[in-house]
């Protein structure tokens, strides 16, 4: 089968390696081509595609860092040539069982921790999809994939078929990309679309959409909760899966609300899947998180300075501000993602004593919290020398108006390529800002 390979990256390269290995003919175009790739691309004697709109060609994989709607792609589909994604090509010509998370917040944690208990449960599984690695890369033949998917996957899955959906909740996201909270939604919708009696999805009981997308879906359906008895639900401060005590939220590593949804997810999910519960209650216990999500970086007298770089959505930054200690000064900026400030303006109202806006979104980010608490703007252009003069003011401001007392929270609710790499670059930047700032002050 004749195949072109649009968008390269970390996707792109681990489709056309399994492609490559299934004895497929590879052709490829990426508009910002590294020496990297094609060398990787010679290696796999793919042939470069000047002209990707006229390819004749029987299938595209096209990255999901581009655009479905890229005339590119259009052109192609109006030619009846079938434009798919990687997790969709895996789906179709690699013979094992997918677990599909997604969701707007939450999805690296759940998918990792669910990764980690059944790994240890002595399942023979593999993890990839919108973390690293890429699902391609890691998709083995009678293993459990487990996979976090993201919308710009999902718009581009027409027949997945997942054993197991886990849906975590819906927020808004991406609008940059998809035009609007409804376009996102359906992208991500796409998780459960081809379910049938023989599937099984995981949901979040107490996001009212989800309920009625469960209510639609002629899977067997499981939902844990927060709030209210269920499959899996809070009770006090114990986790219940299918009417049992299971643990007590403090044996876990991980502290939050939003942690402890994450878990009843896990621990439902498992279940499903057919795992024991002193399985599921070690897998939870013993795992300790994923690098870069929200953290104590470090505590100087009373000031509590938190790094959550990943938080780029509202939903995300929702959790954060309301696990920080107040009062809190809040660093967020970057590229804007179609940020929904007004959601959390009563956060903001009653826990933010300060906000400082960096970055390409920082001043219309000012503007905004600036109408329900005090805000300022860090105008370097230079993503590091912002986080640095972010930090000094942030600690001036609590000395001067609270004793030295509070936390300094970094949630950028916005994307990180103004100014960065990537959120991993901004979170070691705000660290070395942090000792460059508390040690330099008087």
Known sequence: MKLLLYGLGRSGLAAAQLAHRQGHELWYYDQRLTAQDAAEMARLAA?????????????????PGVP????????LRQRGIAVIGEVEWVYRTVPAEIVGITG????????????????????????GGNIDPALAAVAEPGKLLVAELSSFMLERCPTLKPKLAVLLNLGVDHLDRHGSVCAYHAAKRQLIANLDETSALVYNQDDPLLREWARTTPASTYGYSIAHPTHAWLKGETLMLLGQPLLNSSELRLTGRHYQANALAVALAAAVLGLDTASIRQGLRDFAGVAGR????????????????????TLAVQAALAETPAPVVWIAGGVDKGADLASLQPLIQDRVALFIGIGQSGPDFSQTVGKWTRALICSESDGKAALRS??????????????GQGSVLLAPLAASFDQF????????????????AVWTRP
């Open 421 to 436: 790499a990537d959120y991993r670059a901004r979170a070691a930047a705000f660290r070395e800002a942090i000792g460059e």
């Open 294 to 313: 929200y953290s104590l970086v470090a505590q100087v007298e009373g000031i509590r300075f938190i790094e959550d770089s990943i938080a780029t959505r």
């Open 47 to 63: 042939v470069p595609c000047l002209e990707p709109s006229r390819a004749e060609v029987d299938i595209c994989i096209a990255a």
């Open 104 to 127: 707007t917040a939450g999805k690296t944690t759940v998918t990792r921790w669910l990764g980690d208990v059944l790994a240890a449960g002595g399942v023979r599984v593999a993890v």
């Open 390 to 403: 972010a930090c000094s003011l942030a600690i001036d401001f609590l000395r001067r108006h609270h004793h």
């Open 68 to 75: 479905w709607d890229h005339p590119d792609l259009l052109a």
